[in-house]
């Protein structure tokens, strides 16, 4: 899930003819990157879980 998207990708620019194909590196950044959960209330269990889920995710890339 990421939370910041291209503008083509957004139905207001892309109904006015914006098109991804017109941004291909605002694509590939996008398409590579993950939001990683951050905010005030976030428990130490909750960040734990966080951080245990990047590590796998890392470890099942690069091997």
């Known amino acids: 899930n990421v939370h910041f998207q291209p503008l083509p990708l957004l139905s207001h620019y892309r109904d006015r003819g914006y098109a991804i194909g017109d941004v ?6 996008y398409a590579r990157e993950i939001s990683l959960p951050v905010y005030y209330d976030l ?21």
Do not use: F, H, M, W
């Open 43 to 63: 428990s130490d269990d909750q960040v734990d879980q966080v951080i245990t889920a990047v590590k796998e995710a890392v470890q099942e890339v690069l091997g």
């Open 24 to 29: 291909p590196n605002a694509y590939r950044q």
